[in-house]
Antibody, heavy 122, light 108 residues
Framework: QITLKESGPTLVKPTQTLTLTCTFS??????????VGWIRQPPGKALEWLAL???????RYSPSLKSRLTITKDTSKNQVVLTMTNMDPVDTATYYC??????????????WGQGTLVTVSS | DIQMTQSPSSLSASVGDRVTITCRAS??????LNWYQQKPGKAPKLLIY???SLQSGVPSRFSGSGSGTDFTLTISSLQPEDFATYYC??????????FGPGTKVDIK
């Protein structure tokens, strides 16, 4: 059974850097064909994909946020870390991590962590 | 960038109704289309991948179809637990995994 859980601060101040950790079990990021992605959802709004890291350390970022994001993995700890710099109140959202299955050229997010609400306010 | 749209943005339906949600891509994405269900306060759940493949454990009343730019999610007989928001998501461009704006299904 695959499970994921996000952890990090619930409140950050504007201009600060957010660091979120996704701790997972049930799979290894050293296994070919897997990845972990981050997706966020502002209150009452739609899902927005942020970043993804594959087993081979290939990294993908949302073009609109690429300059602010860094995604890394620690295979030995079964963790993926997302950092987002220069936080702004518009970045207030629930942040999810999700396992990525790669099948040929197909990718899908399943399952997802429970999410963590991050509020940006002074 | 590939843009995703969904219609309708919301709908009201009764238990037992057949419900159809449409997702359209701004360019052809072949069958690189996934559908998710999200209930209030919960994480999204994968329903359909590759446009028409039912994820393990998902009831057979859910089905997906389409290819190219136009896709459909159908619930053949709406159940009380199906009232939720549904999102499509393209994976044709692995440089930007775009989600649609969502379709909220509520009780009539």
């Amino acid at each position: 059974q695959i499970t994921l859980k996000e952890s990090g601060p619930t409140l950050v101040k504007p201009t600060q850097t957010l660091t979120l950790t996704c701790t997972f079990s049930g799979f290894s990021l050293s296994t070919s064909g897997v990845g972990v992605g981050w997706i966020r959802q502002p209150p009452g709004k739609a899902l927005e994909w942020l970043a993804l890291i594959y087993w081979n350390d290939d990294k993908r970022y949302s073009p609109s946020l690429k300059s602010r994001l860094t995604i890394t993995k620690d295979t030995s700890k079964n963790q993926v870390v997302l950092t987002m710099t220069n936080m702004d109140p518009v970045d207030t959202a629930t942040y999810y991590c999700a396992s990525v299955t790669i099948f040929g050229a197909l990718n899908w997010f399943d399952p997802w962590g429970q999410g963590t609400l991050v509020t940006v306010s002074s | 960038d590939i843009q995703m749209t969904q219609s309708p943005s919301s709908l009201s339906a009764s238990v037992g109704d057949r419900v159809t949600i449409t997702c359209r891509a701004s360019q052809s994405i072949s069958s690189y289309l996934n559908w998710y269900q999200q209930k209030p306060g919960k994480a999204p759940k994968l329903l359909i991948y590759a446009a028409s493949s039912l994820q393990s454990g998902v009831p057979s009343r859910f089905s997906g179809s389409g290819s190219g730019t136009d896709f459909t999610l159908t619930i053949s007989s709406l159940q009380p637990e199906d009232f939720a928001t549904y999102y499509c998501q393209q994976s044709y461009s692995t440089l930007l995994f775009t989600f649609g704006p969502g379709t909220k299904v509520d009780i009539k």
